[in-house]
């Protein structure tokens, strides 16, 4: 009946910590061994730990697990009697118990949210361009429209632990895309205004986890968008974000998996 613990709870509040009792066993009984040095290593993973620990009178003994190097992969902890006596050791390698500890599943929500003075956009097509680019990274994708909850967007892309909760919908990670069309004009020339209008559109993308932490970031450079009407030049902006997006999440992949697989 014994259970995995979570690596990225390994040596924090309410973590699990490696346990266990040595008994000696005689006839139809058993009695607990105690002062047995019990020796705890990773056979799976690395990190710091509390090597050595002495059984204590009931013959139990944990460690304190100080960090998991690589909290996004799977940690296995052996313990086992290790004793030393005349300048010799002897571990009893053949009586252990192992302790795994896994990573949170690669489950992102993408919440994407495209806005501008004209407001927010029904159809954020940002999501589904930057879902097929991130699958790469090893997560598990699920969208979601961020003007569906703008109010909460604005909160948790600030970092508000409720409104992330509440928009991560118990995923292990979120994925938040900003983009946002600013600065709309009408190009006017000696005083004659045209038919054409501008407007600078920005992209930020953030992937954190559900306590709130931070593990990849991309903001980029405004570019610009243009068209016949207010309206196409938010839209061309959109655009042009999108695709500068792209290639930039292309290039940050191999950051993205390194970032997961640590803390």
Not at 7 to 18: D, L, N, S, W
Not at 106 to 111: F, I, K, M, S, T
Not at 159 to 165: E, I, K, N, V
């Amino acid at each position: 009946a014994q259970v995995a613990g979570s690596t990225r709870k390994a040596g924090k509040e309410g973590g699990m910590a490696p346990s266990v009792y040595l008994f000696e066993s005689f006839g139809a009984g058993k009695s607990p061994v105690a002062d047995a040095p019990i020796y705890f290593e990773f056979v799976k993973n690395t990190g710091s730990l509390v090597q050595v620990v002495a059984t204590d009178a009931y013959g139990k003994a944990n460690t304190t697990i100080a960090k998991i190097d690589e909290p996004g992969k799977e940690a296995v902890i052996r313990a086992y009697p290790l004793f030393r006596a005349r300048g010799k050791t002897y571990a009893f390698r053949s009586v252990f118990r192992d302790f795994a500890y896994l990573p949170p599943a690669n489950v992102a929500r993408v919440v994407a949210l495209e806005r501008s003075e004209l407001g927010a956009s029904d159809n954020p097509q940002v999501v589904d361009s930057a879902i097929a680019t991130l699958k790469p990274a090893g997560l598990q994708l699920a969208p979601y429209n961020g003007k569906l909850a703008p109010d909460t967007f604005r909160l948790a892309f600030g970092g508000d632990a409720a409104a992330l909760a509440s928009l991560g919908a118990d995923a292990p990670y979120t994925a938040f895309i900003l983009v946002e069309a600013s600065d709309l004009r009408q190009m006017e020339l000696n005083g004659k205004k045209y038919n054409i209008f501008t407007s600078a559109a920005t992209a930020t993308f953030r992937l954190v986890r559900s306590d709130g932490t931070v593990v990849f970031a991309l903001s980029l450079d405004p570019v610009k968008g243009q068209g016949g009407t207010r309206e196409a030049a938010v839209s061309d902006g959109f655009r042009r974000a999108r695709e500068a997006l792209t290639p930039a999440l292309q290039n940050s992949l191999q950051a993205i998996r390194d970032a997961l697989a640590k803390e």
